[in-house]
């Protein structure tokens, strides 16, 4: 099993303000795998999207569209949870 990767600090950077573009499309590919980490000390398997914990950063502005791709690597089936999102005009 794979090693957890340190995450850089980019990962962690707001880009823009809402309405200073027009709206774009952000296409983004994720991979769900299990790997070893140690986030508390102790070394166990972790899901993870990307080899990263916390996972990456979807980073788009107000009106934009973002479109998610998901590899599911791992044994059972697996959902991606969203947060901070306004879900106007959908059922989900």
Not at 63 to 73: K, L, W
């Amino acid at each position: 099993m794979p090693s957890l990767e340190p995450i850089t600090q980019d990962n962690f950077v707001l880009n823009g303000l809402a309405g200073h573009w027009p709206p774009q499309t952000h296409s983004y590919d994720f991979v769900v795998s299990q790997i070893e980490g140690a986030t508390d000390g102790l070394n166990r398997p972790m899901l993870v999207v990307e080899d990263m914990h916390p996972g990456p950063t979807v980073q788009a502005n107000l009106g934009d569209r973002i479109v998610v791709n998901v590899t599911d690597m791992l044994q059972n089936r697996t959902a991606i949870h969203r947060r901070c999102l306004f879900k106007d005009q959908t059922t989900f």
